[in-house]
């Protein structure tokens, strides 16, 4: 899922969380509960159910933090990469790119 400006929340379990993506496979779901937890976010995945086992296990992530809308920390610069030295930008949260040197608006 890319980033939208819909802040969507619900439920993950009995806690109430802002999701952050759903329907994502087990790589994209590591990468975000990584970098959510190294900027303080208290992540909460769920499995989603299948049809059987042959499909692959897709999980639903979300932070108990209500006011999280990752559209907006992105683009207001408010999240730290991996290694917390650099700015996350809408590359390095679609994992298109490792850069983070150009920002959202692109200046030839």
Known sequence: MALAG???F???GETRVTFVEKKIDKDRMEF????LEVNGFEVL????KRKSEEEP???TLGVTDMV??????????RLKTLDG???VNQEYWN??????????????
């Open 32 to 35: 975000l509960r990584k970098l």
């Open 10 to 12: 619900g439920a993950i």
């Open 57 to 59: 296990q897709l999980y």
């Open 85 to 87: 030295n650099h700015i």
């Open 95 to 108: 994992q298109l790119s490792e850069d983070t040197k150009p920002q959202y608006w692109k200046n030839s």
């Open 6 to 8: 819909k802040h969507m």
């Open 45 to 48: 995945i769920q499995e989603e």
């Open 68 to 77: 999280f809308n990752p559209t907006v920390y992105v683009f207001q610069r």
